[in-house]
């Protein structure tokens, strides 16, 4: 028998796409669970050619799931990870809530697979911020070969990575553009439509954003905690698909295609990287794919041993969905956990 699968939050951008990649992929389940709130008791949602009426997380009994993804925001994965884990499923978890949790490991698969044995203090495994995940695949290839000393990012973050209501927000602020009707602001401080926004989350006292915050301890979490990061975090008026403008400064000497042939050979990444107009990827290109693209990947001669590069990916697979996931395959494949049903 096959592994019981519970969804939590799979009315949301992230619980969608994790129903669409678990029916891709076909992951071994017998049975897939979809919970979310109150407000969607009943609602539809699709799993591959099947249609699942979603149920309540409040009356949900949890005794035979064995893997539940968690994708409902902080304070319900505060509230009820411990529960679920308690009863006695691994919960991967996609919000913020355990990240830094030292009983709770932190895992891109083709960064630290081997930190997932971890899990067994808590029952927890975190899943990163979005634009964490992508950076640390482009950069884990690059530091096995030159030892990264500091990297300066700026994100390019799309609007599907502040939920299902932001992306709404896009949609009417557009149409009010040019309808010339009024424009509100509710998920975002100013207006999103036209414009980029250099705030995601709240601010810190040092006056870096919590988003830019999550990517500096995240990356020294995953990849190594020597590395020194500064992240400016900015929202701009994209669907699906987080940007970023990477500068990273080695060790040792590493040449532009020396770092293109390694990252050519690196899981989850793709280079497409040709000097000529339209060479790279964008993120409309990326929406829906699984890979972390590279492009740009330059020389940067303003400080020893630089490198820029552009680095795409989409925040709801790589960023969120699918890098949950692949978590669940890993500890499946490593006969990590085993089927309670089958166990019974
Ligand atoms: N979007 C991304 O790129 C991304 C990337 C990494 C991590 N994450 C994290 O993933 C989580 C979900 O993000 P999202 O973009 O999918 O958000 P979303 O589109 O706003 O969806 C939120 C989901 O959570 C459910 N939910 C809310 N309150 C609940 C409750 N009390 N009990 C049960 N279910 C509840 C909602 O159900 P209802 O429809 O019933 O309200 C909905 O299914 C967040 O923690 C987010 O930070 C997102």
Same mark, same amino acid.
């Given at each position: 028998m096959g592994f019981k699968v519970a *969804? /939590?939050?799979?009315?949301?951008? *992230?619980g969608r796409e994790m129903l669409d990649?678990?029916?891709?992929r076909r992951f071994p389940a017998d049975e897939v669970v979809a919970l979310a709130s109150q407000r969607s008791i009943g609602t539809e949602v699709s799993f591959g050619d099947k249609t699942l009426k979603c149920k309540v997380l409040d009356h949900y009994d949890f005794t035979d799931v064995d893997i539940c993804l968690m994708s409902a925001g902080s304070a319900v994965s505060k509230q009820w990870s411990p529960r679920i884990a308690a009863a006695g499923a691994v919960v991967i978890d996609n919000s913020s809530c355990w990240r830094t949790d030292p009983d709770v490991p932190l895992i891109v698969p083709e960064v630290n697979a081997d930190a997932v044995a971890g899990f067994r203090k808590k029952g927890i495994i975190a899943n990163p911020n979005c634009s964490t995940a992508q950076l640390v695949v482009a950069l884990?290839?690059?530091?096995?070969?030159?030892?990264i000393k500091r990297v300066v990012v700026a994100t390019y973050q799309s609007v599907s990575g502040a939920g299902k209501e932001a992306m709404d927000e896009l949609f009417a602020q557009t149409k009010a553009v040019f309808? /010339?009707?009024?424009?509100?602001?509710k998920k975002f401080p100013k207006r999103i439509a036209f414009n980029v926004i250099p705030q995601i989350d709240t601010f810190m006292e040092d006056g870096t954003t919590r988003?830019?915050?999550?990517?500096l301890v995240e990356t020294k979490k995953i990849l190594d905690p020597k590395i020194r990061l500064s992240a400016t975090c900015v929202r701009v008026p994209v669907f699906i698909g987080h940007s970023e403008a990477v500068n990273v400064e080695f060790e040792r000497p590493i040449t532009a295609d020396e770092a293109r042939d390694i990252l050519r050979n690196a899981p989850g990444c793709l280079v497409i990287d040709k000097h000529e107009p339209g060479g790279y990827v964008t993120p409309y290109?990326?929406?829906?794919?699984d890979a972390t693209y590279i492009s740009r990947i330059r020389e940067d001669g303003t400080v020893e041993n630089g490198l820029s590069m552009w680095v795409v990916s989409d925040n709801l697979r790589k960023g969120a969905a699918l890098n949950a996931i692949q978590i669940a395959e890993v500890l499946i494949n490593r006969?990590?956990?085993?089927?309670k049903r089958k166990a019974a």
């Open positions: *969804v /939590v939050g799979a009315t949301g951008n *992230v990649i678990l029916a891709e884990k290839p690059l530091h096995d070969k030159a030892k309808t /010339v009707d009024e424009i509100a602001n988003e830019e915050w999550k990517m290109e990326c929406a829906g794919e006969k990590l956990i085993q089927a």
